[in-house]
């Protein structure tokens, strides 16, 4: 069973840091890119940064690059985004997905608010 669990959100305040996590099961994760998304209250869900199998290449969207970071560790299963200088524009549900096997995860909020 295919299955992507995300950790790590929460309140910040503008200009924090957070961590997220997402921890997958049931394919193979070392062989597939893996991405984050996000959807913002009205707005499109939108992709926010992916990696590639390896970790060695990366791809961001405008609006985070230079403050976000994916990483990944295929000895886990597990896949990162490490998101600092949070904007209140950040603020959105994020979803990690793989979209070689169509699979994504329940969603995590994150809300940056003073």
């Known amino acids: 069973q295919v299955q992507l669990v995300e950790s790590g959100g929460g309140l910040v305040q503008p200009g924090g840091s957070l961590r997220l996590s997402c921890a997958a099961a049931g394919f193979s994760f070392s062989v597939y890119f893996m991405s984050w998304y996000r959807q913002a209250p009205g707005k499109e869900r939108e992709l926010v940064a992916s990696i590639s199998p390896t970790g060695g290449t990366t791809h961001y969207a405008d609006s985070v690059k230079g403050r976000f970071t994916i990483s990944r560790e295929n000895a886990r299963n597990a896949v990162y985004l490490q998101m600092n200088s949070l904007k209140s524009e950040d603020t959105a549900v994020y979803y990690c997905?793989?979209?070689?096997?169509?699979?994504w995860g329940q969603g995590i909020q994150v809300t940056v608010s003073s």
């Open positions: 997905s793989c979209q070689g096997t169509g699979a």
